[in-house]
């Protein structure tokens, strides 16, 4: 019989630190999940809203110089969003005549489908180039706005996605969690089931990482040795 191989001290203090992480982070991988599509759900809606406005008034904040109407922003009121996910609170902005009547999320609106979170979770899950995340932007608003409004939109969200999608990853994770959350969406006129795949990591610090997460076509694990995308 073979004997237990001795591991250095690197390894020893590096699996102590693991059993620590297990033992003391409390640590829910779905949790984590659902709190991190509340986020970005919530992160597109408000940076869409801001869009909007900006289209409605005619410039942007700050940019007083190009302002050619008698109507300004006013703050932002809160409104919790119902979603597959859970609730989300969402802030949005306000004018100060009242006239700002916004179409990614109407006044009276109270929650969002299950196609509309897809499209919000792939533009950030997948390397999308800017016409891929503008289709998308009008997917999710229909042919009721402009094209102005879209490319306000998509400038506002393709800096936000790049970033998270290009983000450089750390050398040596202590844990990665691997999970998924199945749904259906309406998709060409038929009822699909569908899967966000996500890869969650923590650090030798115990700090809690996306590593990568991508919508799938179909409910079917991917293939052996395919890696998750970070892209």
Known sequence: MSSRRKRSPEEQARREKIRELLQTGG???MEDIQNL????????LENGLDAELDDELGYSRYDYKNKDTENSRNG??????RTSFGDVEVSVPRDRKGEFD???????????????????????AKGMT??????????IYGIEVSDTTVSR??????PIAK?????????IYAVVFLDAIHYHVR??????????YIAIGINLDGKKDVLGMWVAERTKAPNSGQPFSTA
Do not use: C
């Open 163 to 171: 970033e998270w999608q290009q983000r450089p990853l750390e050398a």
């Open 27 to 29: 640590f829910s991988s």
């Open 76 to 81: 932002h009121s809160r409104k919790t969003l």
């Open 102 to 124: 916004p179409q990614i999320l109407k006044k009276n609106q109270t929650s969002i489908s299950q196609d509309v979170e897809e499209k919000i979770l792939s533009m950030y």
């Open 130 to 139: 800017t016409s891929d995340i503008e289709m998308h932007i009008r997917d």
């Open 153 to 158: 939109v998509t400038d506002k969200i393709l």
């Open 37 to 44: 599509f509340k986020e970005t759900i919530a992160e597109f």
């Open 187 to 196: 998709s060409e006129g038929q009822i699909v089931k569908k899967a966000v």
